[in-house]
Protein backbone atom coordinates (compact mmCIF):
# COMPACT_ATOMS: atom_id res chain seq x y z
CA UNK A 1 0.00 0.00 0.00
CA UNK A 2 1.22 2.95 -1.17
CA UNK A 3 0.72 6.35 1.93
CA UNK A 4 3.06 8.81 0.68
CA UNK A 5 3.05 9.77 -2.72
CA UNK A 6 5.43 12.87 -4.39
CA UNK A 7 4.97 15.09 -6.91
CA UNK A 8 5.80 18.11 -8.70
CA UNK A 9 9.59 18.04 -9.59
CA UNK A 10 11.56 19.09 -12.29
CA UNK A 11 14.04 21.21 -14.72
CA UNK A 12 14.05 24.78 -13.01
CA UNK A 13 16.19 27.39 -14.16
CA UNK A 14 18.25 29.30 -10.95
CA UNK A 15 15.91 31.75 -9.32
CA UNK A 16 12.75 29.65 -10.52
CA UNK A 17 10.01 28.47 -8.42
CA UNK A 18 7.94 24.67 -8.13
CA UNK A 19 5.53 23.51 -5.89
CA UNK A 20 6.22 20.19 -4.82
CA UNK A 21 3.14 17.92 -3.30
CA UNK A 22 3.32 14.79 -1.12
CA UNK A 23 -0.61 13.01 -0.86
CA UNK A 24 -0.93 10.73 2.27
CA UNK A 25 -3.26 8.53 3.67
CA UNK A 26 -6.01 10.24 5.96
CA UNK A 27 -5.06 7.71 8.52
CA UNK A 28 -1.21 8.98 8.34
CA UNK A 29 -2.00 12.88 7.23
CA UNK A 30 -4.56 13.60 10.27
CA UNK A 31 -2.63 12.06 13.06
CA UNK A 32 1.26 12.89 12.58
CA UNK A 33 3.48 16.05 11.64
CA UNK A 34 4.61 16.03 7.87
CA UNK A 35 7.87 16.67 6.57
CA UNK A 36 9.91 17.29 3.32
CA UNK A 37 13.45 15.92 2.81
CA UNK A 38 16.43 16.10 0.42
CA UNK A 39 19.22 13.81 -0.82
CA UNK A 40 21.74 14.91 -3.53
CA UNK A 41 24.34 12.49 -4.75
CA UNK A 42 27.11 11.99 -2.36
CA UNK A 43 25.10 14.19 0.85
CA UNK A 44 23.33 12.25 3.40
CA UNK A 45 19.05 12.94 3.31
CA UNK A 46 18.68 15.87 5.23
CA UNK A 47 15.03 17.64 6.74
CA UNK A 48 14.24 20.76 4.51
CA UNK A 49 11.04 21.76 6.08
CA UNK A 50 8.26 20.13 8.67
CA UNK A 51 4.16 21.23 9.81
CA UNK A 52 2.84 19.95 12.86
CA UNK A 53 -0.28 18.90 13.02
CA UNK A 54 -1.42 21.96 14.41
CA UNK A 55 0.73 24.03 12.16
CA UNK A 56 3.75 24.83 13.34
CA UNK A 57 7.00 25.24 10.92
CA UNK A 58 10.47 24.56 11.20
CA UNK A 59 12.68 25.05 8.22
CA UNK A 60 16.16 24.18 7.49
CA UNK A 61 18.24 27.34 7.83
CA UNK A 62 19.65 26.96 3.94
CA UNK A 63 16.06 27.09 2.85
CA UNK A 64 14.36 29.82 5.54
CA UNK A 65 12.77 32.77 3.53
CA UNK A 66 12.75 30.82 0.13
CA UNK A 67 10.71 28.06 1.02
CA UNK A 68 7.07 27.70 2.65
CA UNK A 69 5.68 24.22 4.16
CA UNK A 70 1.99 24.22 3.97
CA UNK A 71 -1.38 21.09 4.24
CA UNK A 72 -4.31 21.16 2.92
CA UNK A 73 -6.59 19.14 5.76
CA UNK A 74 -9.26 18.28 3.43
CA UNK A 75 -7.05 17.13 0.67
CA UNK A 76 -4.45 14.96 2.53
CA UNK A 77 -1.64 16.60 1.18
CA UNK A 78 1.62 19.14 2.18
CA UNK A 79 3.44 21.08 0.03
CA UNK A 80 6.57 22.52 -0.26
CA UNK A 81 6.12 25.94 -2.01
CA UNK A 82 10.07 26.57 -3.46
CA UNK A 83 11.18 30.32 -4.76
CA UNK A 84 14.48 31.77 -5.17
CA UNK A 85 16.13 28.52 -6.28
CA UNK A 86 19.49 27.59 -6.32
CA UNK A 87 22.00 24.71 -8.24
CA UNK A 88 22.64 23.28 -4.42
CA UNK A 89 18.47 22.78 -4.20
CA UNK A 90 19.24 20.13 -6.51
CA UNK A 91 18.33 16.87 -5.25
CA UNK A 92 15.34 13.68 -4.97
CA UNK A 93 13.20 15.49 -2.81
CA UNK A 94 10.56 12.90 0.11
CA UNK A 95 7.75 13.12 2.45
CA UNK A 96 7.53 11.73 5.49
CA UNK A 97 4.85 11.32 8.82
CA UNK A 98 5.70 11.17 12.20
CA UNK A 99 4.19 11.65 15.46
CA UNK A 100 6.67 13.77 17.36
CA UNK A 101 8.97 17.09 16.45
CA UNK A 102 12.05 14.71 17.51
CA UNK A 103 10.99 11.97 15.13
CA UNK A 104 10.87 14.55 12.91
CA UNK A 105 14.45 15.91 13.30
CA UNK A 106 16.21 13.29 13.44
CA UNK A 107 14.65 12.15 9.78
CA UNK A 108 14.86 8.25 10.48
CA UNK A 109 11.67 6.45 9.34
CA UNK A 110 11.24 2.98 8.50
CA UNK A 111 10.13 3.35 5.03
CA UNK A 112 10.69 6.35 2.04
CA UNK A 113 8.64 7.18 -0.92
CA UNK A 114 10.10 7.33 -4.39
CA UNK A 115 10.82 10.45 -4.03
CA UNK A 116 10.69 13.59 -6.75
CA UNK A 117 13.62 14.44 -8.54
CA UNK A 118 14.30 18.48 -8.53
CA UNK A 119 17.31 19.67 -10.88
CA UNK A 120 18.16 23.40 -10.58
CA UNK A 121 20.34 24.24 -14.18
CA UNK A 122 20.95 26.98 -16.49
Not at 19 to 29: H, K, Y
Not at 42 to 49: D, K, P, T, Y
Not at 76 to 99: I, R
Not at 103 to 121: E, I, L
Amino acid sequence: QVQLVESGGGLVQPGGSLRLSCAASQSIFSRNHMGWYRQAPGNQRELVAYITTIGGTKYADSVKGRFTISRDNAKNTVYLQMNSLKPEDTAVYYCNAGPTTAAMNGGRFGSWGQGTQVTVSS
